[in-house]
């Protein structure tokens, strides 16, 4: 089921006009009517959405109601993903952290940072249905994605257009005054447009050390809430990252995911998979990947892969993919 943090119901609530009733919104999805803030306290993504346009019908300037809502963010308020993207290098490094720990904030948002013909798009996807609260949900994070961007940015930040999958639910030019650019509706994408020199500015408390701490714990809070399914991919991208400095060991990948060796293993174990095994896995599709998509020798191959010689890599690539590195390279290339 998709998910939502409650912070963005109290968002909501907080711009409300005075007098609309929210009682019988909060009740009907469990959340304290005392006002009482937990970020980690999770709705379901539909049943927030509905909440959302409902206030927006009842709020008497419904149209700005999300673009209100999204001005007012701070980046403290979303705790260590917040933290680490204030604390990341430069905006480059917010955006790459948010498509990686998005989910922290609830499975319900997904973002991505692809390059475009005139710059690179910050995009945001989000499950469940596609009714008004949805959308109204999109215009509020794209409002907030660029105003906790001015919050952290050395130098003023400013977007070249925001783009919206949905059409304009009102006058277009109140859209614009709000995010100062080009806005572009029924786009097929919803996204904010930012340019290589607004990504690369540093943040005013840019800190690798620290971004990399609040890693750390964002990656203990994936492996935390992360679906068992999905452990052993898990265990497979952290393997892979490794290799290159040698195998990893049970108990270092398990530090990465923010958990004891003993639980890896365990969980590991009820799912029928084997750490060995993965580590296997994770070589054998890194080495593929790499025969398929660059130029490096075979030496240099071995030792991304975590070899200390060409040759072990060779005869474990002919048992994991019964012929040799050269002979897939190869067929890689001719497309047989």
Sequence with gaps: MSEITSLYVHKVLSHVGGGVETRDLLESMGVPTDGTIDPKLMVAADQFYDFFATLAQRDP??????????????????????????????LRGSFVRSARYGHVLGNAETYSLEQGNDGWFF?????????PGMLLSNEASMS??????????????????????????GDPAVYEKHFNCPVHFNSGRDALLVSDES??????????????????????ELAK???????????????????????????????SLGMSARTLQRR????????????????????????RETNYSLAEIAFLTGFAEQSGFTRAFKR?????????????????
């Excluded at 995009?123 to 009714?131: E, I, P, V, Y």
């Excluded at 084997?274 to 054998?284: I, K, M």
Aim: charged share 25%; with cysteine; net charge negative.
């Design 61 to 90: 300037d419904g149209i700005t109601l999300p673009l209100r809502i999204g001005a007012t963010m701070k980046s403290d308020e979303y705790g260590a993903f917040g933290l680490a993207w204030k604390s990341a290098p430069n």
């Design 199 to 220: 990504l690369d500015v540093p943040n005013k408390l840019g800190d690798e050390t620290i971004a990399q701490f609040f890693d750390q714990h964002l990656e203990a």
């Design 123 to 131: 995009s945001l996807d989000k499950a469940g249905n596609t009714g």
């Design 320 to 336: 994991w993919a019964g012929e040799t590195p050269r002979s897939y390279r190869l067929e890689s290339q001719t497309g047989r």
């Design 225 to 255: 809430h992360a679906e068992p399914e999905s452990l052993d991919k898990r265990v497979r991208m952290v393997v892979a990252k490794m290799l290159s400095e040698g195998v990893p060991t049970l108990s270092t990948v398990a530090g």
């Design 144 to 169: 907030s994605v660029m105003t906790i961007c001015q919050e952290v940015a050395s130098q003023p930040f400013q977007q070249l257009g925001v783009f919206f999958k949905h059409g304009a639910r």
């Design 268 to 291: 590991l174990s009820d799912q029928e998979k084997s750490f060995q095994g993965l580590v296997d896995q994770a070589r054998r599709e890194l080495s593929q990947q790499l025969l």
